[in-house]
């Protein structure tokens, strides 16, 4: 109801202070209206300031964080974007107030001056209009769940009529999507935190796959690791090399064995491996006495039987297959890995 009022009211805000300047100062502005009295002409001017003020901090507050008492999701960037969905609906829905409120208008109502009926046409627009551009550009710049080609394919066809109603409701659906996911992901981690359910016997150590390192503002794991942390569990990352072999990889995860058991005390390691860490940590197991160490090895896409894309690979002519491979190992010596064998 109160978005229903906003939007049907705030609009005409100018034209509603022309008319109380028209009572206190006449038509021209220019001539004291002497009908009126004190008490009367004190209630106008208190009432034109509190419509001004009312008009320009709801407006910006709106503008700025139209929800900031309401965002449940745990995330600053999906409350911004979910407040951009409230600034659609109010231009979406002023948009449709709007256009009854002009047929009632010219149907029943007195005609004003055309001069008149025409700005306030024209302020309404572009006060609504802008509620949209706000509303729409935060869940552009925002949301995940568009891609790099669905912004910009957006941004080059919103502004065709018609085509943009179907994007705008896109939009809309994107955002309450992901903020409807966050809100769900941010209750059950407070869920997990409290139960401590990831709490194993003993520490966690993900071992990365090929072509990847465990950089300090990159995780490999993405949000798995902090939601495994979160829930008690105590984890460790490989630390082996990109391009390093099985043998060179499954030395540097021998040593991250050896410093989790020294720091927790534990007996054993929990290894959650992907593609081919799979490998490195079975040669650890197998090759380097670690059996004994290892409670469970847990693997992802490792090709325990061979790689389909070696198999292509060796199909391609030799003097390419070394240029890739060159090309590899030297991007990758830059990153930090001493001997890169890809």
């Known amino acids: 109801m109160g978005t ?6 705030v609009p005409h805000f100018p034209l509603i202070l022309y008319y109380i ?3 206190l100062y006449g038509g021209s502005f220019g001539t004291d209206s002497a009908h009126l009295s004190g008490a009367a002409r004190g209630f106008l001017t208190l009432l034109a300031i509190l419509l001004i003020g009312y008009h320009f901090y709801s407006t910006i507050r709106l503008h700025i964080w139209p929800l900031h008492h309401k ?7 999906v409350g911004v974007q979910y407040g951009g969905l409230f600034l659609i609906r109010i231009g979406i829905w002023g948009f449709w107030i709007q256009l009854a409120h002009y047929l009632f208008f010219f149907a029943y109502a007195p005609h004003p001056d055309k001069w008149l009926l025409t700005f306030d046409i024209i302020y309404t627009v ?3 209009f802008l509620f949209l551009l706000n509303g729409c550009l935060r869940i552009i710049i925002f949301c995940h ?9 957006i941004c080059l066809n919103i502004w065709i009529p018609v085509l943009n109603l179907f994007l705008i409701h896109y939009l809309a659906r994107a955002a309450k999507d992901e903020y409807a996911i966050y809100v769900a992901r941010n209750q059950s981690a407070q869920i ?3 139960s401590l359910e990831c709490q194993t016997k003993y520490p966690l150590i993900m071992v990365h796959g090929i072509g990847f390192r465990d950089l300090a503002y990159f995780n490999y794991w993405g949000r798995a690791p902090r939601y495994l942390k979160q829930s008690g569990a105590t984890v460790y990352y490989g630390h082996q090399k990109a391009w390093g072999t099985i043998e060179e990889n499954a030395a540097a995860i021998a040593q991250t064995i050896d410093r989790a058991l020294t720091e927790t005390g534990a007996a054993k390691v929990n290894l959650i491996a992907h593609s081919k860490g799979g490998l ?3 040669y650890v197991i197998t090759h380097l006495g670690y059996a004994d160490k ?3 090895l847990t693997t992802m896409s490792t090709p325990h039987r061979g790689s389909e894309l070696v198999d292509f690979l060796n199909r391609l002519p030799k003097p390419v297959f070394l240029k890739l491979t060159q090309i590899l190992d030297h991007s990758f010596a830059v990153f930090g890995d001493d001997c890169p064998d890809s």
Request: proline share 0%; charged share 20%.
């Open 4 to 9: 229903f009022l906003y939007a049907w009211l």
């Open 21 to 23: 300047f028209t009572l």
């Open 71 to 77: 965002n449940e999701s745990g995330s600053f960037r």
């Open 126 to 128: 572009i006060f609504l």
């Open 145 to 153: 769940r568009l891609g790099i080609v669905k912004r910009v394919l």
């Open 192 to 194: 997990r935190q409290a």
């Open 280 to 282: 490195d940590c079975r």
């Open 294 to 296: 290892v409670a469970s």
